[in-house]
């Protein structure tokens, strides 16, 4: 009987009977989402875009965070039911009434349930929607190109998961609501983004801790490319992972984990969230590398989500590096590959 595979953010560890595990389904065809709408949301997260450090949950105020941190934006791909459901997520909620607009206007503030139905919609979506800016779905592979199942508020730990039966991510609400910040609720979206590219990715322990960086590297960079796309400030550290999620257990600056922790393969204690931290930094120096060259960040992610089509599910950290070094040499050319292999050798990883 396998295991169940759960993927989480990395806090309390999530207590879920086994059970059979299958591959998830191959990628589905989207449906017909050309509905569109507006949507007020943060923009990744409050403390990211004030840097205010000092912001407070207070138990899910509606006036704990300035009005100046939220944002009216398009919602794009809707099926057009009033429900925020459409071509990249469905969302789901059994705490709160499901947000419903025949206008597709979904106005709320973060103390109304509706208001993390509505990040989880805009954030997955747009993270597809990055997806396909990059080429997949488009004139490369599709990468978990459907209607993907976003359970919010389902669990009630600080926590939040991926699994592959059934495919679909659950969003926390403990501490500060999970899908509050949109790098947990883009990270937890990171591992359906593997296990669409490799079913079944992630039985070994480096596969399992390149999941959690992979997680933590997309919800930095969709991120940041979202801020860019749409002007907002990006006001912390730009490689802090979950700014406002992590408040509540961690001390100021907050923020999760971080892609810059300056570990090596000698620090690693077998743990997928710490160990992941190795591999992250290898992904955020990369991109690093490319900018010196000239190379935007959308040609190294572009080079990285297609290397991971390569990973066994099993990979170690040296034959996924080796897979990368030989996606960047065949995309970006001998100077980009260069920049990927001495970003690997910093974390003492080689191949
Ligand atoms: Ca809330
Ligand atoms: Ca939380
Ligand atoms: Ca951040
Ligand atoms: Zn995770």
């Known amino acids: 009987m396998a295991r169940l595979r759960i993927w989480t953010i990395g806090l309390a560890a999530a207590a879920v009977a086994a059970t059979g595990v299958t ?5 589905t065809k989207p449906g017909s989402g050309s509905s569109t709408g507006s949507a007020r949301i943060f923009m990744v997260n409050p403390v990211q875009s004030s840097g205010d450090q000092s912001l407070a949950d207070d138990n899910d105020s509606a006036t704990s965070v300035p ?5 009216v934006v398009p ?4 099926d057009g039911s009033g429900y925020l459901r459409g071509d990249y997520a469905v969302v789901q909620s059994s705490t709160g009434t499901p947000a419903f607009s025949k206008s597709n206007e979904f106005l709320y503030n973060r103390h109304d349930d509706q208001f993390e139905q509505t990040m989880a919609y805009f954030w ?5 929607t990055y997806l396909h800016e990059l080429g997949f779905g488009e004139r490369l592979p599709g990468v978990l190109n459907q209607p993907f199942d976003v359970k919010v508020d389902q669990y009630g730990g600080d926590n939040s998961y991926m699994t592959d039966k059934p495919y679909r991510v659950r969003l926390g609400k403990g501490g500060v609501d999970d899908a509050e910040d949109a790098e947990v609720i883009v990270h937890e979206y990171g591992h359906a983004v593997h296990a669409s590219q490799v079913p079944g990715f992630g039985t070994s322990l480096d596969a399992g801790s390149i999941g959690e960086a992979f997680g933590d590297y997309l919800g930095v960079t969709v991120g940041l490319d979202a801020a860019a796309q749409f002007g907002w400030p990006v006001r912390t550290d730009p490689a802090c992972v979950a700014d406002w999620d ?6 100021a600056p907050h923020c999760l984990r971080t892609l810059h922790e300056n570990l090596t393969v000698a620090d690693r204690i077998g743990e997928v969230h710490f160990d992941g931290q190795i591999w992250s930094q290898a992904l955020w120096e990369s991109r690093l590398g490319y900018q010196a060259l000239g190379l935007s960040t959308r040609a190294w992610d572009t080079t990285l989500i297609d290397s991971q089509f390569g990973y066994a599910p099993d990979t170690s950290f040296s034959a996924a590096a080796a897979t990368t070094y030989a996606t960047a040499l065949r ?4 100077a980009a590959a260069d920049v990927v292999r001495a970003a690997f050798a910093a974390r003492g990883i080689t191949f």
């Open 23 to 27: 591959a998830p389904a191959g990628a």
């Open 67 to 71: 009005a100046s941190d939220y944002v």
């Open 75 to 78: 919602l794009t791909h809707l």
């Open 124 to 128: 997955v979506t747009q993270a597809q």
């Open 246 to 251: 992590s408040i509540s257990y961690t001390a």
């Open 331 to 334: 995309r970006d050319g001998q």
